[in-house]
């Protein structure tokens, strides 16, 4: 089992950046498949980023690419999301969540654990 803990969410004008960071309990970080969702009022949670165990392969959504990008440190039990050129549409609560299955997904039913997740505010 893993916990999960979001931070370096807040409020940000329309161009700016921000890194979240998912820090992450237990000794077996490596081995699960890490992801970002994002969660709009009134809107489905969906998927933004994901990253293999070793960090060798990513996936964004087509709506961040260019803007955002996924890393990972596993001596630290760390993911992070970087985040540039944000805009209004990027405003949403962040999550990470950690799957365990053999390959990584888009998919938020295939991940297995949550954090509680920060929000991120982009003002026009």
């Known amino acids: 089992q893993v916990q999960l803990v979001e931070s370096g969410g807040g409020l940000v004008q329309a161009g700016g950046s921000l890194r979240l960071s998912c820090a992450a309990s237990?000794?077996?970080?490596?081995?699960?498949?890490m992801g970002w969702f994002r969660q709009a009022p009134g809107k489905e949670r969906e998927f933004v980023a994901a990253?293999?165990?070793?960090?060798?392969?990513?996936l964004l959504t087509d709506s961040v690419k260019g803007r955002f990008s996924i890393s990972r440190d596993n001596a630290k039990n760390t993911v992070y999301l970087q985040m540039n050129s944000l805009n209004a549409e990027d405003t949403a609560v962040y999550y990470c969540?950690?799957?365990?299955?053999?390959?990584?997904?888009?998919?938020?039913?295939?991940?297995?654990?949550w954090g509680q997740g920060t929000q991120v505010t982009v003002s026009p």
């Open positions: 237990g000794r077996t970080f490596s081995s699960y498949v």
């Open positions: 969540a950690a799957q365990s299955g053999p390959s990584y997904s888009r998919n938020r039913y295939d991940y297995d654990y």
């Open positions: 990253i293999t165990r070793g960090g060798a392969t990513t």
